[in-house]
């Protein structure tokens, strides 16, 4: 007798579908058979790791048959130096999807509901069904004569917080548009949105703002005890196979998060490497170097193409074509080149391209130059 498990899951993950991540290299390679790929689609570091991080890595693999420390205590410390916060204020999280889900776990379920925007990064609404909460999507910015085109609303993210409201998600810089919110703006939301309700401020990205634009979180959350900070190691610091970031918030809130939290969520070679790379200040630099002069690289070369771009302060670029880019996507793939469809976004007619080094950005232009003569407009 066979059983319909879709029927047995529970509603929330029922109402559930995968998270679509960037095609890996070796799939392509099987895929078409074809060699020297670049891969442009998952807002990686192009320069890696850091040697430090690397090496601390490798160092403790010697200890691999030991748990790692449950507690993260070393790179706890660490990080309440770096951010001159209380080590009681930092949650450690198996990347930091592991940190949203956290914050979700606690504050959402079945008769709350979670209010984040329209084009706002791909995870919220996961960990927000898969609890059996509900869902408050706010209109984006028109793409038309607006400064942040489909960038958050904050206004109507406000409009839609109710009673049953356990969760406001924010991305700054936000993925997959790039657009972003200035200090003032997030300090006025804060001050609006009612004391109860926790304020997730996913800043992945934030290493990459201009220090004029970036908001003073760490200050933010002084003032406001419902503010959780999420920051990342897989995108600046390049540790994205390693799978660590984490949350800052109050005691309290990382009190909470630490009771929902899997005993061992970071393993041993990912607790040494976020240690090494927060030594090495100058691979930060250099990456955000990289990324400020390619993400102008690439700006410049997608307009020289007749295509327009959302603004970024991030590592990636979206590129509107005007009409469906599927088939673009595809003749870019089969030119070697992988970069993200943004249709499970609900924005077909975008790929988002990461910055990568220098030879990447200019393989992709020159890839998407021929794929764009050979398309039928
Ligand atoms: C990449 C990304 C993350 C980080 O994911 P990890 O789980 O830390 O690898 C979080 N938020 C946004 C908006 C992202 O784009």
Not at 6 to 12: F, H, I, M, T, Y
Request: charged residues 15%; aromatic residues 6%.
């Amino acid at each position: 007798m066979s059983v319909d498990f879709n029927s047995r899951a529970v509603v929330g993950v029922q109402g559930l579908t995968p998270y679509v991540p960037g095609k890996p290299v070796d799939e392509l390679e099987r895929d078409l058979g074809i060699t020297s790929i670049i891969k442009l689609a998952s807002n990686e570091n192009p320069l890696g790791a850091s040697p430090l991080a690397q090496q601390a890595a490798l160092a403790a693999l010697n200890d691999a048959g030991r748990y790692p420390d449950g507690n993260g205590f070393a790179l706890r410390q660490k990080l309440a130096v770096h951010h001159a916060i209380a080590a009681d204020q930092i949650v450690l999280g198996n990347g930091s999807n592991d940190v949203l889900d956290m914050v979700a776990r606690c504050f959402l379920g079945p008769g709350r509901n979670a209010v984040f925007s329209e084009y706002a990064f791909a995870v919220y609404p996961i960990v927000t069904r898969a609890v059996g909460a509900g869902l408050r999507i706010a209109d984006a910015l028109p793409r038309e004569d607006s400064e942040q085109p489909l960038g958050h609303d904050l206004e109507s993210i406000l409009a839609l917080i109710d009673q049953n409201t356990g969760v406001v998600f924010v991305a700054n810089p936000n993925n997959p548009t790039g657009t972003w919110l200035g200090a003032e703006a997030i300090r006025q939301f804060l001050e609006a949105v009612p004391p109860q309700v926790v304020v997730v401020l996913d800043e992945a990205y934030f290493e990459y703002m201009s220090p004029e634009l970036r908001p003073n979180s760490r200050a933010l959350l002084d003032e406001f005890s419902n503010l959780v900070v999420t920051r990342t190691f897989s995108k600046v610091h390049g540790l994205a196979a390693l799978r660590i970031g984490y949350g800052l918030t109050c005691a309290q809130i990382a009190g909470l998060m630490n009771r929902v939290r899997q005993p061992f969520n970071n393993n041993s070679a990912a607790l040494a490497a976020a240690m090494g790379s927060l030594e090495d200040t100058d691979h930060v630099s250099r990456s955000v170097e990289l990324n400020t002069s390619g993400l102008l690289e690439l700006v410049d070369g997608i307009q020289n193409l007749g295509l327009s771009v959302l603004p970024s302060q991030a590592n990636f670029l979206s590129i509107d074509f005007g009409r469906e880019a599927q088939g673009i996507f595809q003749s870019l793939l089969e030119a070697g080149v992988i970069v993200r469809p943004l249709a499970s976004y609900a924005m077909p007619n975008y790929l988002r391209v990461t910055v990568g080094t220098p030879d990447e950005n200019r393989r992709f232009l020159n890839s998407l130059a021929t794929v764009l003569t050979q398309e039928p407009a």
